[in-house]
């Protein structure tokens, strides 16, 4: 049994998809929770509402996770609203896709301010409110080891730095004791990624299951390396991915 009793978490990006369904996840196994959104509140809302009915705190906190002021920020508030912070999930992300030849700067610039510099940016905030027995869980994608469509590249890309990233949160953290690992969804049934979208059928060929997650599966990993029973995992990747890199 996963017990996350008494623990406060920031999940960051969580207004929707699997972001949402970590959020509900570290509820469900007792974590107080503040989600990050940007052009949601509805949905946040949703979010938070769920929390709540399970008897737990939650809090959601308007921030852009690509501006470095509003990343830092929404760490601040979080630890104010909780009380503390045990747990950051760096799950924030947005991916455009086009050929190298045809990219815009103003693209790739966005990508790698969410995807990178939002997760080193909010990680940095939240070191010192981080306790022994910490975490650090940030969310990549399988694509990081696999392109899938090279229209993906630049954004895979992004996501490839994570990797990078969670291992050297690993060496950093590991003395004080706090865990840092990257989980890697494959095809995951979300707004961004349909189990009915256009290339659907082609990325379910990849997988040996052949079938698309659901964000319950991204979750379950998440609340797991949350969880006292991954105390000795650190600089860990774990793929959610259905066998796609089998």
Known sequence: MIDLSGKRALVTGASRGIGAAIAVALAENGADVAITFQNSPDRAEDVVSKIESLGRKAFAIQ????????????????VAALGGLDILVNNAGIARYNMIADFEYEDIDA??????????LTTKAAIPHLPAGGRVINIGSAGADRIVGTPGTVYYMTKSALQSFTRGLAQELGPQNITSNLVQPGSTNTDMNPADGESSDYQRSLMP????????????????????AAKHITGSIVTVDGGLLA
């Open 209 to 228: 299951l052949g079938r698309y997650g659901e964000p319950g599966d991204v979750a379950a990993a998440v609340a797991f390396l949350a969880s006292p």
């Open 63 to 78: 921030a852009d996770n690509g501006d470095p002021v509003a990343a830092e920020r929404s760490v601040d508030e979080a």
């Open 111 to 120: 990508m790698f301010a969410v995807n990178v510099r939002g997760p080193i």
